[in-house]
């Protein structure tokens, strides 16, 4: 069984009028985690997404986006950034999502973003090995520059091209144990595979944790925080969870 290190952030949620309130401060690495400064939402969660070049970083985060999938996408350049609200359990979910460049050359601009984020998505081309034995090096990269209860998440992208496969799921189950890592699913963009689902079991996780920090036991209802994330496997046919 996966698990997660315990750790928490603390939103600041907004009333009618919203006075102007000085920022929140738990002793935690950053000060702004998860503050709604306006009455447009409830949470505010800044995602960074990571991973070795030409993984299909950039076509996950423009479907989450707009639906759409493009075939064509150039390198990014440095960080490219996204926005969508989420309506989750009647709250409004702001997410920011970071799209980073898998190249070396960018490494000391993309380092930078990781000290704002509250959780971190490490994306993998499951028909390319060698993405996957990177992982090791993200999970570092986020471990040194990322504040302490960073939530990561792990996705093997193009599951569409499961006969092209490089990566068992099982091995992506192992490593995710190992690393104490939220969730492991294997998503698509191209045939619109757990896109959405990976955004929102994050937010999800985000919420909860954010509850647990204030002591809001409401908060949370149906949103029971669970160290057994969700395991999803793609294929020719549907696979049972990874109890790892």
């Given at each position: 069984m996966l698990t997660c290190a315990p750790g928490s952030l603390v939103p600041t949620q907004m009333s009618s009028p919203p006075p102007r309130s000085p920022p929140v401060t738990t002793g935690m690495p950053f000060s702004s985690?998860?503050?709604a400064e306006d009455e447009n939402f409830d949470f505010l969660f800044k995602v960074i997404l990571v991973g070795d070049s030409n993984v299909g970083k950039t076509c996950v985060?423009?479907?989450?986006q707009s639906g759409i999938f493009r075939d064509t996408q150039h390198n990014t350049v440095g960080v490219d950034f996204t926005v969508r609200s989420l309506h989750i359990d009647g709250k409004r979910v702001k997410m920011q999502v970071w799209d980073t460049a898998g190249q070396e050359r960018f490494r000391t601009i993309t380092q930078s973003y990781y000290r704002s984020a509250h959780a971190a998505i490490i994306a993998y081309d499951l028909t390319r090995r060698s993405t996957f034995e990177s992982i090791p090096h993200w999970i570092q990269e986020v471990e040194r520059y990322g504040a302490a209860n960073l939530v990561v998440m792990l996705i093997g992208n193009k599951a569409d091209l499961w006969q092209q496969r490089r990566v068992?799921?099982?091995d992506?189950?192992?490593l995710a144990e190992k690393h104490g890592l939220l969730a492991?699913?294997?998503t698509s963009a191209k045939e619109s595979r757990n896109v959405d689902e990976v955004f929102v079991?994050?937010?999800k996780e985000l919420m909860a944790r954010?509850?647990?920090a204030l002591g809001s036991e409401g908060a949370l209802g149906s949103l029971a925080l669970d160290s057994s994330p969700v395991l999803v496997g793609q294929g020719p046919r549907a696979k049972a969870p990874c109890h790892c």
């Open positions: 985690l998860a503050r985060v423009q479907h989450f068992l799921f099982e992506a189950c192992t492991v699913l294997e079991l994050m937010a954010n509850s647990l």
